[in-house]
């Protein structure tokens, strides 16, 4: 099942920061070895955001499967060498940056999920990643959910530390915090991430 476009307005509300608390800078124009498509943004915390565009039309297919439960997995660009791994099955998705956790986390609709990716930085190296599910149920007109997910490395999975409504007041600055709150903390992963709002 390829993604199919969505509306320019549905677009916009698949970024991670697509609001006007987003900051988000204009697209970076010239070298794009990591893909990014934004400079990152300074912030006084010492942290900061970059964004780069997930098109499952462009992703490497890993392993598909088109019969009766259809199910795929993606490898696609991300940031440098840091791939994204999306998994597809039952109509819902999950992202995996850096490596597969082998948890496929997504929501109990059927859902898409947004274009965009932001990365939180670290001295300029990624340490999670934002992205935003869309449901496409129908049971919940226009509901969206912000995930927070850590980098994977060998050695060390990432991990789900968040999911938050998408109408939660300033849900891209909380899904920052929750990012850097786990870097501020080891990254540490939580038994099971903090929902906020109608995130499940």
Do not use: H
Request: with cysteine.
């Amino acid at each position: 099942m390829l993604r199919t476009a969505l509306p320019l307005a549905a677009a916009c509300l698949a970024f991670a920061g697509c609001n006007s608390q987003s900051n988000e800078p204009a697209p970076e124009n010239g070298d794009d070895k990591t893909a990014s498509r934004t400079p990152p943004v300074p912030e006084p915390s010492g942290f900061a955001s970059t964004y780069t565009d997930l098109e499952l039309a462009k992703c490497e297919v890993l392993e598909e499967n088109r019969e009766e439960g259809s199910w795929a997995r993606y490898r696609c660009p991300g940031f440098g060498d840091i791939p994204l791994l999306v998994q597809e099955g039952d109509g819902r998705f999950d992202l995996d940056a850096g490596i597969d956790d082998d948890d496929f986390q997504t929501l109990g609709a059927f859902n898409d999920i947004g274009d965009t990716v932001e990365w939180r930085l670290d001295a300029g190296k990624p340490f999670a990643v934002i992205f935003r599910f869309i449901d496409v149920a129908g049971e919940t007109p226009d509901r969206t959910v912000l995930a927070v997910e850590t980098v994977g490395r060998e050695g060390a999975l990432g991990c789900r530390l968040a999911q938050l409504s998408g109408d939660t007041p300033d849900a891209n600055q909380r899904a920052r915090d929750a990012a850097d709150a786990a870097a501020a903390d080891g990254f540490a992963c939580p038994e099971e991430p903090e929902f906020t709002g109608n995130a499940r």
